[in-house]
């Protein structure tokens, strides 16, 4: 399986991004699928997870300006982030769980990640 995330970039604070990730396997839409990020000198962190009913779970600080969807005929996953911040930045990494998989926070629960894509927000 192939995972790759894309959208990422430098931009300024309070603005938005919209990251992809497109994944290489069929049935893309009946596993779950999850965004984790990592800051320098910081552990990996859960974004945001969808399980295959489109069921949605955030990181405990997050929820309100991150919102995760896919789009199953395109296998495609999609991270929109809005009003970005300076502690925004961070590689954001796509990953891929189980078949039929319940909504996870740990990156234990994903088998397949994809490379990641760099958001850096400027103050």
């Known amino acids: 399986v192939q995972l790759q995330a894309s959208g990422g970039g430098l931009v300024q604070t309070g603005a938005s991004l919209r990251l992809s990730c497109s994944a290489s396997?069929?049935?893309?839409?009946?596993?779950?699928m999850g965004w984790f990020r990592q800051a320098p000198g910081k552990e990996r962190e859960f974004v945001a997870a969808?399980?295959?009913?489109?069921?949605?779970d955030y990181g405990d600080s997050l929820k309100g300006r991150f919102t995760i969807s896919k789009d199953n005929a395109g296998n495609t996953m999609h991270l929109q982030i809005n009003t970005l911040e300076p502690d925004d930045t961070a590689v954001y990494y796509c990953?891929?769980?189980?078949?039929?998989?319940?909504?996870?926070?740990?990156?234990?629960?994903?088998?397949?990640w994809g490379r990641g894509t760099q958001v850096t927000v400027s103050s």
């Open positions: 969808i399980d295959w009913r489109g069921k949605t």
């Open positions: 990953a891929m769980g189980r078949l039929w998989g319940e909504l996870d926070r740990g990156a234990n629960g994903y088998t397949y």
């Open positions: 396997r069929r049935a893309f839409s009946s596993y779950l």
